[in-house]
């Protein structure tokens, strides 16, 4: 392509080469002498340099189309103005509507129980070239294979549900070994079995100056990290006292740990639920109900896809209810916070923990908030941006088309959080907020459990109706265990982080960039967590 002026500079011609080696014209542009002027002619210039780039596209693709003979505008346009407005000739668009029309149709229709589909896309193209199938038999070809493609990656995505959900329940081999270890030091090592606190220290087990922590778990290593990040993080531990609360197989081990892993200055007694004169049967029947009763058993121990319609559930909505049957709901060591003024009845404020949490603020200033005459001080869960964690509300828990649901709770009254609670027993002990709750599990164990299927706090939402003192979200974050998105400046903001969720810090599953924040309170020096090969 050249650009050429004439000697008098009264015309300027733009020329491209031909198939024959010669140049034809495109484009010639005269100047009348009356209005020629140097502005007009850079004027000109600027508009060309700006429209050449163009005419050199449109010339070269028309050469590569076979079209070289064609020299002027009008034939450029008539060949790519359709292209270039996004327009096809007409037999392309019947082509497409035609297709779209066999697609809309195959789409209402079953895939043929007998129609042999190809394994792969290569598979698929080369049937095509051999057997000349039509639009219609490639069209249900196609759907038939994007069909089995999806039902195979919902059988994996539930597949993997049902073995995150195993994983979650099952105890590592770590912490298996850590509690046989220590058992075994209890019955050989009198330093092990030494009394906690020593008898000089038994008072102020009681002394409601002090700040009282209640711990329930059977997990040793869990326990360690609560104390230890408390401890740490207490401005003032010399005033912290730990109540720790473990079932009748692990108390041995539970002592020996914190026997030979004193805390001091602060004071931790262990005791086991069987050492409590006040937790016998009489007292607690809906727990001997839900331990022994047959069908009960069945839903949290059974198999949770056997029978289970898979095509009609979510699989967000199958990994809730794999979370509410796991065995821990039918524990009475998750049931035991019901029962604190009871347990305990020498103190007015208690603030209960969950294993699963860790302490990262010194935490004194929750005995110093007025409660205002409630009994449980707690974060509300609806106020937040995050639908798995922060945007619960009692219609996330109950089935309000059950007729005592819906008769007596409001669907939009907004939830809290159990894991990190001060309770105010004084206030509670006025309350017959115990008789509620066992009341409520007596009416959903008639139901089968189709009034709510999440373990405790569904019912402690409850019984605590009215008696719920909101405290400032920054206190208590939840869900490190849920998703591994959470923002990591507010986890490091927050007085107390709780890996609440299947993914627990102390198993393999747990999200790796949220797991230091709860090793660094492992005392990997330790003898029984070296041999015991913790988190390696």
Same mark, same amino acid.
């Given at each position: 392509?050249q650009l050429?002026?004439?000697?008098?500079m009264?015309?300027?011609?733009?020329?491209s080469s031909?198939?024959?080696?010669?140049?034809?014209?495109l484009?010639?542009?005269?100047v009348?002498?009356?209005?020629f002027?140097?502005r007009?002619?850079?004027?000109?210039?600027l508009?060309?340099a700006?429209?050449?780039?163009?005419v050199f596209i449109?010339t070269?693709?028309?050469?590569?189309?076979?079209v070289?003979?064609c020299s002027?505008?009008?034939?450029?346009g008539?060949r790519?103005?359709?292209?270039?407005?996004?327009?096809t000739d007409d037999?392309?668009?019947?082509?497409?509507?035609d297709?779209v029309?066999?697609l809309n149709?195959?789409?209402?229709?079953?895939?043929?129980?007998?129609?042999?589909?190809p394994?792969s896309y290569?598979?698929l193209?080369?049937e095509m070239k051999?057997n000349?199938y039509n639009a219609?038999?490639?069209?249900?070809?196609?759907?038939?294979?994007?069909?089995r493609s999806e039902?195979?990656?919902?059988e994996?995505?539930?597949?993997?549900?049902?073995?995150k959900h195993?994983?979650?329940s099952?105890?590592?081999k770590?912490?298996?070994? +850590?509690?046989l @270890?220590?058992?075994?030091?209890?019955s050989s090592?009198? !330093?092990? %079995?030494r009394?906690l /606190?020593?008898?000089?220290l038994?008072?102020?087990?009681?002394e409601?100056l002090?700040?009282?922590?209640?711990?329930?778990?059977?997990?040793i290593l869990?326990?360690?990290?609560?104390v230890?990040?408390?401890v740490?993080s207490?401005?003032?531990p010399?005033?912290?006292?730990?109540?720790?609360?473990?079932?009748?197989?692990?108390?041995a081990?539970?002592?020996s740990w914190?026997?030979?892993n004193?805390?001091s200055?602060?004071?931790v007694?262990?005791?086991?639920i069987?050492?409590?004169d006040?937790?016998?049967?009489?007292?607690?029947p809906v727990?001997?109900?839900?331990?022994?009763?047959y069908?009960?058993?069945?839903?949290y121990?059974g198999?949770?896809?056997?029978g289970?319609?898979l095509?009609?559930?979510?699989?967000?909505?199958?990994?809730?209810? +794999?979370?509410? @049957?796991?065995p821990?709901?039918?524990s009475l060591?998750? !049931?035991i %916070?019901?029962?604190l /003024?009871e347990?305990?009845?020498n103190?007015?404020k208690?603030v209960?923990?969950?294993?699963?949490v860790?302490?990262?603020?010194?935490l004194s200033p929750?005995w110093?908030?007025?409660?205002?005459g409630?009994?449980?001080?707690?974060i509300e869960?609806c106020k937040?941006?995050?639908e798995?964690v922060?945007?619960?509300?009692?219609?996330?828990y109950f089935n309000?088309?059950?007729?005592?649901?819906?008769?007596?709770l409001?669907?939009?009254?907004c939830?809290?959080?159990?894991?990190?609670?001060?309770?105010?027993?004084?206030?509670?002990?006025?309350?017959?907020i115990?008789?509620?709750y066992h009341?409520?599990?007596?009416?959903n164990?008639?139901?089968k459990?189709?009034m709510?299927?999440l373990?405790?706090?569904p019912p402690a939402?409850i019984?605590?109706k009215?008696?719920?003192?909101p405290?400032d979200?920054?206190?208590?974050?939840?869900?490190?265990g849920y998703?591994?998105k959470?923002?990591?400046e507010?986890?490091?903001k927050?007085a107390v982080?709780h890996?609440n969720?299947?993914?627990?810090?102390?198993?393999?599953?747990?999200?790796?960039?949220?797991?230091p924040f709860?090793?660094?309170?492992v005392?990997?020096?330790n003898?029984?967590?070296?041999n015991c090969?913790?988190?390696?």
């Amino acid at each position: 392509m050249q650009l050429h002026f004439s000697p008098s500079m009264r015309s300027i011609t733009i020329s491209s080469s031909n198939s024959n080696g010669g140049f034809g014209e495109l484009m010639k542009i005269k100047v009348a002498a009356r209005h020629f002027s140097y502005r007009t002619l850079f004027h000109t210039i600027l508009i060309l340099a700006f429209l050449l780039p163009f005419v050199f596209i449109l010339t070269a693709v028309v050469t590569l189309e076979g079209v070289n003979k064609c020299s002027s505008f009008d034939c450029l346009g008539r060949r790519l103005g359709p292209k270039l407005l996004g327009r096809t000739d007409d037999s392309k668009q019947r082509l497409v509507k035609d297709f779209v029309k066999i697609l809309n149709q195959v789409n209402s229709e079953e895939v043929p129980a007998g129609l042999k589909l190809p394994e792969s896309y290569s598979q698929l193209v080369s049937e095509m070239k051999n057997n000349k199938y039509n639009a219609k038999e490639f069209a249900l070809m196609l759907k038939g294979m994007m069909d089995r493609s999806e039902r195979e990656i919902r059988e994996s995505k539930f597949a993997e549900l049902m073995n995150k959900h195993f994983a979650a329940s099952a105890v590592p081999k770590g912490i298996h070994c +850590l509690s046989l @270890r220590l058992t075994d030091e209890y019955s050989s090592n009198a !330093h092990a %079995r030494r009394q906690l /606190p020593s008898p000089e220290l038994l008072p102020l087990l009681s002394e409601k100056l002090l700040h009282h922590f209640v711990l329930s778990t059977d997990n040793i290593l869990a326990a360690s990290v609560v104390v230890n990040s408390a401890v740490r993080s207490s401005l003032k531990p010399e005033k912290i006292v730990f109540h720790v609360i473990t079932d009748k197989k692990t108390y041995a081990g539970m002592h020996s740990w914190f026997a030979l892993n004193p805390v001091s200055p602060a004071i931790v007694e262990v005791r086991g639920i069987h050492q409590f004169d006040w937790l016998t049967r009489e007292n607690i029947p809906v727990l001997e109900a839900v331990e022994g009763h047959y069908g009960i058993r069945k839903y949290y121990h059974g198999n949770h896809v056997l029978g289970a319609n898979l095509s009609d559930t979510s699989p967000r909505s199958f990994a809730s209810k +794999l979370q509410a @049957r796991s065995p821990k709901y039918i524990s009475l060591l998750n !049931h035991i %916070r019901i029962y604190l /003024p009871e347990l305990f009845p020498n103190l007015d404020k208690v603030v209960f923990l969950d294993d699963d949490v860790v302490i990262q603020r010194d935490l004194s200033p929750l005995w110093d908030i007025d409660l205002k005459g409630k009994v449980n001080g707690a974060i509300e869960t609806c106020k937040g941006d995050d639908e798995w964690v922060m945007s619960k509300r009692f219609r996330n828990y109950f089935n309000f088309s059950h007729p005592l649901i819906a008769k007596h709770l409001n669907p939009e009254e907004c939830a809290w959080a159990y894991g990190m609670n001060v309770f105010d027993l004084h206030a509670w002990r006025k309350t017959n907020i115990r008789d509620t709750y066992h009341s409520w599990l007596k009416e959903n164990l008639k139901s089968k459990l189709t009034m709510w299927k999440l373990g405790t706090l569904p019912p402690a939402l409850i019984a605590f109706k009215g008696h719920v003192h909101p405290i400032d979200p920054s206190w208590h974050m939840l869900g490190l265990g849920y998703q591994n998105k959470s923002n990591i400046e507010n986890v490091k903001k927050a007085a107390v982080i709780h890996y609440n969720g299947q993914s627990k810090p102390w198993l393999e599953l747990g999200f790796e960039h949220l797991r230091p924040f709860w090793t660094k309170y492992v005392d990997y020096s330790n003898d029984f967590i070296k041999n015991c090969h913790i988190l390696e």
